[in-house]
C-alpha cells in the first residue's frame, strides 16, 4: 500500500469532528506544503513526500500502541495527533518551511533543503498546535500531545514532566520509534509486522 492510499484511509477515521478535520485537510492540501514537503532539512526523509510519509508512519505506529495498551483513547484523537504532530514542518499557507537547496556543494553534503528565512521562527511543535488549532477543536490531552511530542529530549519540556497524558507518551514513543527505528530500516530480527509496516511506508 502506498503512503497516499494509507493517508486517504486514515482520514475516515475521524467522524466526530470530521467537518472542521475535512476542511483543515483541504486548505493543508491545496495552500501549504503538506503532500509535498520533506521531514527535515538532512537527516530523517530529507525527500519530496517525506513529511507525509513520517506522518503516516508515526499514525500506524500510534494506531497500534493504542490497540495493545490504550484502547480506550479513541482511533480519531490517535489519527488527528499522530497526522498532525509535525504539521508545522509546512510553515505557513503559502509560506513553506523547507525550499530546496540551492547550494550545490551542500547537496553534495547531504542538506537537500535549506530553512525559509520569510517564516517567523517559533518552536515546530508550537506551530504545529497553533496551525490544527485554528481549525480543529482539540481535548487538552490532543494539545498536550501535539505540544510535548518530543518529551524530555526538549528542555522546555520539563514543565510536563512525570505528569504526560497517556496520549502524549504514546505519541512519543510512535514518533521516535517510527524515526528511529522504522525510517532508519533498523532489522529487528524478523518480526513480521515489522516488515509489514516497511511496505506500507514505501
Ligand atoms: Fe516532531
Ligand atoms: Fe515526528
Keep these: 500500500m ?16 470530521k467537518e472542521p478535520f475535512d476542511e483543515f485537510i483541504s486548505m493543508l492540501e491545496y495552500e501549504t506544503s503538506w503532500l509535498t514537503s520533506p521531514a527535515s532539512t538532512r537527516f530523517h526523509l530529507s525527500e519530496e513526500g517525506g513529511l507525509l510519509k513520517h506522518s503516516v508512519g508515526v499514525t500506524e505506529h500510534l494506531l497500534k500502541f493504542r490497540q495493545e495498551f490504550a484502547p480506550a483513547i ?3 484523537s490517535c489519527v ?4 498532525f504532530h509535525d504539521i508545522g514542518k509546512v510553515g ?24 525559509n528565512p520569510e517564516v517567523v521562527p517559533m518552536g515546530l511543535a508550537l506551530r504545529s498546535l ?12 490532543e494539545a498536550q500531545a ?3 511530542h518530543d518529551g524530555q529530549y526538549i528542555d522546555e519540556n520539563r514543565i510536563v514532566a512525570h505528569r504526560e497524558e497517556p496520549l502524549t507518551l504514546l505519541l512519543h514513543w510512535a ?7 522504522y525510517e532508519e530500516r533498523r532489522v529487528l530480527g ?5 516488515y509489514q509496516l516497511q511496505r506500507i511506508a514505501s
Excluded: C, F, Q
Aim: glycine share 6%.
Design 2 to 17: 502506498t503512503t497516499l492510499s494509507r493517508y486517504n484511509e486514515l482520514k475516515t477515521y475521524v467522524s466526530d469532528r
Design 74 to 76: 479513541s482511533e480519531e
Design 80 to 83: 488527528i495527533v499522530g497526522l
Design 92 to 115: 505557513m499557507p503559502g509560506t513553506p518551511l523547507y525550499l530546496p537547496n540551492d547550494k550545490e556543494w551542500e547537496v553534495r553534503k547531504g542538506i537537500r533543503y535549506r530553512y
Design 130 to 141: 497553533y496551525l490544527v488549532t485554528k481549525y480543529l477543536p482539540l481535548s487538552s490531552a
Design 146 to 148: 501535539i505540544a510535548y
Design 175 to 181: 514518533d521516535y520509534w517510527t524515526a528511529h527505528v
Design 190 to 194: 524478523g518480526d513480521s509486522n515489522y
